[in-house]
């Protein structure tokens, strides 16, 4: 079980030295004198050693962990801490000193990274020590701190006086004044509640900031088309982008991926719909990404090349990279206008010539290779018109008039949105054989 100040505070000496385990290798030895001592154990191959981290109360609780990581951390990159502290003292040649840097190096680094929760609540390093300190004592002069932290007393006192305002410590009338540490369970909460208080006011000014925004968009403001160079903005886009859409999510997915399927989820509520090419079906785990997108809700299809990888979202935001080779290069970001309404419209197009695509139970991807888009009479002008017969030769055959004739051809030109027979021709070739015929060749014009 690890230690606790308070087990420390407690414990008495004994007739023979006994030792107080933390964790990780360190214990508190305690003497009979009744000295503390911080030693950590630690193996050098087949070796057992120990080190020296100080003395309690001159080395708390806190700052002897951090030395045991630091510590620590000097074994994993191969290195004796017990080595290193000994080159330092010797004064070693300048390899051997800046080695020995490394221990001193790590003890900072660890104490500056470790979790300090209190620091969202404005409360900083030093500040949260002291009350740490005040904690673990009950009761302490300036000076009594001073000697814990080795800090001078003009600090300290500075620092006393500050968490005394944040309602973390009060002190006694008398000269030289005590300080008593409050209860976590009052100050922190009480803490807590004013910096949520203080948060939920800075929430109030969004629609205040909001009109301001609008009122810039209507003076014209607003650039609709920004050009953004940083990876890390791009991120911080994307995630924005998902977290906030409320309607629809449309895609075009290309080679390589554009950002890390997965990474941030859309909610259930918003109707998305994407298109995959083949050279993204292609990629590493995208079949997967397409599975567990679909198993979602979301819409997919499949198309023979995608000219761009976009994203849309509301109809809103339009982001396009420029350089489609790699995850490098500048992206645009579209706001609404003209020419998201064009890339919207490209989208659709693609959607209805694109082929839907669903998953079997056994997981295996399925191609809707013939969706129901004509009338079985219309298939069957398109299979005799394909043969090479007349106008008068197909009404004969399928025994309608040359008017109903016109009608159902036209009906074929409106569903592949063609204006012309030869035109008409290439669409359905295109669609009934992609891989036979090119999907960049361009639409020929009678």
């Not at 214990?27 to 950590?40: A, V």
């Not at 309608?400 to 592949?416: C, D, P, V």
């Amino acid at each position: 079980m690890p230690l606790s100040d308070a087990a420390i505070r407690d414990a008495k000496p004994a007739a023979k030295p006994r030792k107080l385990t933390d964790e990780r290798g360190l214990y508190l030895l305690l003497n009979p004198n009744g000295s503390r001592w911080w030693r950590f154990r630690y193996r050098v191959g087949t070796k057992e050693k120990l080190l020296s981290l100080g003395t309690y109360p001159d080395t708390d609780l806190l700052e002897a962990r951090a030395r045991r990581d630091a510590a620590r951390k000097l074994l994993a990159d191969g290195l004796d801490p017990a080595e290193q502290r000994k080159a330092a003292k010797t004064g070693g040649e300048d390899s051997t000193a800046n080695d020995s840097e490394r221990l001193a190096r790590a003890v900072r680094e660890t104490i500056a990274n470790m979790a300090r929760p209190l620091g969202a609540l404005g409360i900083d390093d030093m500040e949260e020590r002291v009350y740490r300190v005040l904690l673990a004592h009950r009761m302490a002069t300036t000076e009594d701190v001073a000697t814990i932290l080795s800090q001078s007393a003009q600090e300290v006192q500075r620092l006393l006086d500050s968490i005394e305002s944040k309602g973390l410590a009060s002190h006694s009338p008398e000269r030289p004044r005590r300080y008593i540490a409050s209860p976590p369970e009052l100050a922190v909460e009480a803490l807590a509640s004013q910096r949520h208080a203080e948060i939920e006011r800075a929430r109030s000014t969004i629609p205040q900031l909001k009109e301001q925004a609008a009122n810039a968009d209507a003076l014209g403001n607003e650039q609709l088309v920004e050009l953004i160079t940083s990876r890390e903005a791009l991120v911080q886009i994307l995630i924005h982008l998902r977290q906030t859409v409320q309607n629809e999510i449309v895609c075009f997915q290309r080679a390589p991926l554009l950002f890390t399927q997965h990474q941030h989820t859309v909610p259930k509520i918003v109707h998305t719909r994407s298109i995959s090419d083949t050279g993204y079906l292609a990629c590493p785990g995208a079949l997967n990404s397409l599975r567990l997108d679909v198993g979602k809700g979301e819409e997919a299809r499949i198309f023979p090349a995608l000219p761009i990888k976009m994203v849309i979202a509301d109809r809103r935001i339009g982001i396009i990279p420029l350089n489609t080779g790699d995850q490098g290069g500048s992206t645009m970001l579209v706001r609404s206008s003209s020419l998201l309404d064009a890339l919207y419209a490209l989208f659709e197009l693609t959607w209805e010539r694109a082929t839907p695509v669903q998953f079997s139970r056994t997981d295996e991807l399925e191609i809707d290779a013939s969706p129901a888009r004509l009338s079985d009479a219309a298939e069957q002008v398109m299979s005799l018109l394909a043969a090479g017969l007349n106008d008068k030769a197909i009404a004969h055959e399928t025994g309608i008039s040359t008017a109903t004739l016109t009608r159902r051809i036209n009906e074929l030109m409106k569903s592949f949105d063609t204006r012309t027979r030869f035109q008409l021709g290439w669409r359905a070739a295109l669609e009934a054989y992609p891989e036979r015929v090119s999907a960049s060749a361009p639409l020929p014009v009678a």
